[in-house]
């Protein structure tokens, strides 16, 4: 299970930070730090967009809207995904998802997600 949160509403030009917690893997065989984990999002009207990827080796990935300005990172002793988000931009708002999947070929356009979080709404004022 996959439960986001640190959502919120902030001004142009601020700061987020979503986390993303990981719980339950004993049952299914999901270990945290050995899998890709995956920072996505989606606004009304528009698909769903892959932003951020961090591997199980720590290498990451950013989509080019938010390079520079977004950093993901994750604590696996707390079993917890990260995406510090800087210079907020209204373009930005949208529901905000983590996902997981095996860590082959983690990419952001990588199609095979299949655990996914509820959501945390991100709205850019």
């Known amino acids: 299970q996959l439960v986001e949160s640190g959502g919120g509403s902030v001004q142009a030009g601020g700061s987020l930070r979503l986390s993303c917690e990981a719980s339950?893997?004993?049952?299914?065989?999901?270990?945290?730090?050995?899998?890709?984990m995956g920072w996505f999002r989606q606004a009304p009207g528009k698909q769903r967009e892959g932003i951020s990827v961090?591997?199980?080796?720590?290498?990451?990935e950013f989509a080019i809207s938010v390079k520079g300005r977004f950093t993901i990172s994750k604590d696996n002793a707390k079993s917890t995904l990260y995406l510090q988000m800087n210079s907020l931009k209204h373009e930005d708002t949208a529901m905000y998802y983590c996902a997981a999947k095996l860590p082959f070929e983690c990419y952001v356009d990588s199609s095979d997600f299949d655990n996914w979080g509820q959501g945390t709404q991100v709205t850019v004022s």
């Open positions: 339950g893997g004993e049952d299914t065989g999901f270990v945290f730090s050995t899998w890709c």
């Open positions: 961090i591997d199980d080796d720590s290498s990451t």
